[in-house]
T-cell receptor, first 114, second 109 residues
């Protein structure tokens, strides 16, 4: 089974702190994604990566950055956390060859910024 | 703009059938996905449709009409464990997924 893990299920940070969210997948997937999920809204794509050291902005990249130094690991960084970044963050991965391949999701990190 | 519409919440009875609708307006179309998400858990893949018609997979079926920008997920013989949110997502011309807000399905005994 494909497994996508995220470093924390729950996280509480202070405004202005730098926050790192880690995601690891164990199925050699080329593609990795970071989403945020808020009540009443669909999943919104923050950043994605199709290869090591490669990154592309999604729909809402402002206030975030990412790092992909190894194929299995995709990190989301909040340079200076703000209260409007309180959300559920979901990481996903998929095979790269076919664009319609299903995405496999991690369990999510619920981040609260005080 | 791009838009995916699905009902916010639906209620159904154990053992019954329920149909969850999804309408979309997107820049291009490269397929439609349905995912299931139990409360506090990760979304999991249910189905993918790219051609018109019905795809059946056990108790779950998914239908697509590209000309109408419409899909539905049909759940038969409902079980309590089917209580979850069901997410509709469309892959646009850039192969990016556009997600609906999800339909929360409540199953009553």
């Amino acid at each position: 089974d494909v497994k996508v893990t995220q470093s924390s299920r729950y996280l509480v940070k202070r405004t202005g702190e730098k926050v790192f969210l880690e995601c690891v997948q164990d199925m050699d997937h080329e593609n990795m994604f970071w989403y945020r999920q808020d009540p009443g809204l669909g999943l919104r794509l923050i950043y994605f990566s199709y290869d090591v050291k490669m990154k592309e902005k999604g729909d809402i990249p402002e206030g975030y950055s990412v790092s992909r130094e190894k194929k299995e690991r995709f990190s989301l960084i909040l340079e200076s956390a703000s209260t409007n970044q309180t959300s559920m963050y979901l990481c996903a991965s998929s095979f790269g060859e076919l664009p319609y391949n299903e995405q496999f999701f991690g369990p999510g990190t619920r981040l609260t910024v005080l | 703009g791009q838009n995916i519409d699905q009902p916010t919440e639906m209620t159904a009875t154990e053992g019954a059938i329920v149909q969850i609708n999804c309408t979309y307006q997107t820049s291009g179309f490269n397929g439609l996905f349905w995912y299931q998400q139990h409360a506090g858990e990760a979304p999991t893949f249910l189905s993918y449709n790219v051609l018109d018609g019905l795809e059946e997979k056990g108790r779950f079926s998914s239908f697509l009409s590209r000309s109408k920008g419409y899909s539905y997920l049909l759940l038969k013989e409902l079980q309590m464990k089917d209580s979850a949110s069901y997410l509709c997502a469309v892959m646009d011309s850039n192969y990016q997924l556009i997600w609906g807000a999800g339909t929360k399905l409540i199953i009553k005994p």
